[in-house]
Each structure stands twice: as C-alpha cells, then as structure tokens.
C-alpha cells in the first residue's frame, strides 16, 4: 500500500513541481509527471534519512511538501542535464 500511496504523491508532486518552477522541459509534462514520482521516492528516503522531513506514508501535509521538495530537485537536475 505504501508504494501505492508514493506513486500518488508522485503525480502530485510533478503537478506541483511543474507549476512551482514553469518552463519548457525536454520530455514534457509526462517525463515531468515521471520525475514527480521518483521525486517523492528520494524525498521520502531523505526525509526519513535526515529526520528532517515528513515521512511519505500517507497523505498528510508534510508527505506532500516532502515529495514535491525532492520532485522540484530531480526536475532541476534534469533540466541541468539535459540543457547542458
């Protein structure tokens, strides 16, 4: 149930992530949507890792704030890659 509840957050959080920094991404909305999801993943795991941020195991606020934070980094790291 718990990877289910981050591919959710995934989706989420690359909608999010996507309104939060707007620009014209190679891959376009689905690969954004894509990097929302492994986003929550590394999130999560740093969340959990540092002690810092809201685990993602459910829908709560800080499980929303946490998985968008790591989409908004992958999607950085992406644009960095790919525009280089």
């Known amino acids: 149930m718990a990877i289910l509840t981050w591919i959710v957050l995934g989706l989420i959080a690359g909608i999010l992530a996507k309104w939060i920094m707007p620009g014209k991404d190679p891959g376009g909305m689905i690969v954004t949507i894509l990097i929302g999801i492994a986003g929550a993943f590394v ?3 740093l ?3 540092t ?3 809201g685990a993602v195991g459910g ?3 800080a ?3 946490t998985a968008v934070l790591g989409a ?8 960095g890659i790919r525009n280089a």
């Open 63 to 65: 499980s929303v704030v």
């Open 59 to 61: 829908l709560s606020l």
């Open 43 to 45: 999130g999560g795991w």
């Open 72 to 79: 908004i980094v992958l999607l950085a790291l992406y644009r």
């Open 47 to 49: 969340g959990k890792l």
């Open 51 to 53: 002690g810092l941020g």
